[in-house]
């Protein structure tokens, strides 16, 4: 682990280390969301270069903290040229239409990912077909996100499919809409990507 005393100084007339969040209310974290406590000796955190970037570098035992970015699942669950979306019901983006998908549980392999998710937001049990499309989220508020998203294939008889969905969870509706009627009312950047993606790779006829 890096230490303080191992890192370079600040170069002549580069801006100082930036101590966070230190004020009397004992705030965990600073106003980005990084920590400004150290965890592993309790001293305040200053921003300042290390490994190529600014990064939370602890005052007193050196221990920097290293930003990760989270990873999330999408299943675009396909039934002849009818994709499900799901409108959301929480923020950001309440009450705007997405495939369903959510963030990665510790462990979980990113396809039970998005077989959990599409369960738990609109009450489908799919079947995981391959790997559609790897992008980055750079619109969702919380964080940054790494997306993999998923074609799958709604399990069981294809008949009764439109019966068996059900609003859940993260989601207050849920429907499947043909290719070329999707919502224009669509949450997240990469869901219009997903569908660009859709429609060259399937121009006519089912999807997948």
């Known amino acids: 682990m890096a230490r303080a005393a191992d890192l370079p100084s600040d170069p ?3 801006e100082p280390a930036v101590r966070i969040g230190h004020g009397p209310d004992g705030a965990a974290a600073a106003s980005d969301g990084l920590p400004a406590w150290c965890p592993r000796c309790g001293e305040h955190m200053d921003r300042r270069p290390a490994f190529g970037r600014s990064r939370p570098v602890c005052v007193a035992c050196g221990l920097v903290h290293f930003e990760t970015t989270a990873t999330a699942a999408v299943a675009v669950v396909a039934h ?13 983006y309440r009450g705007q ?4 998908g959510g963030f990665q549980e510790h ?3 990113l396809a039970e990912t998005a077989v959990r998710e599409t369960r738990e937001e609109a009450g489908l049990d799919v079947d995981v077909v391959r790997a ?23 399990r069981g008889d294809q008949l009764d499919v439109d019966a068996r969905i059900a ?14 009627a999707v919502p224009l009312e669509l949450a997240f950047e990469n869901s219009r990507r997903v569908l ?13």
């Open 12 to 14: 002549p007339g580069a």
């Open 80 to 92: 002849g040229r009818r994709v499900l979306l799901v409108r959301r019901a929480i923020s950001p």
């Open 97 to 100: 239409w997405s495939f369903p």
């Open 107 to 109: 462990g979980e392999e």
């Open 132 to 154: 559609l499309f790897v992008g980055l989220t750079r619109d969702d508020p919380r964080k940054l996100v790494n997306v993999v998203v998923f074609l799958a294939r709604p």
């Open 167 to 180: 609003a859940a969870d993260d989601a207050s509706d849920v429907r499947f809409f043909d290719l070329e």
């Open 196 to 208: 660009d993606h859709l429609r060259r790779e399937f121009p006519v006829g089912p999807i997948g």
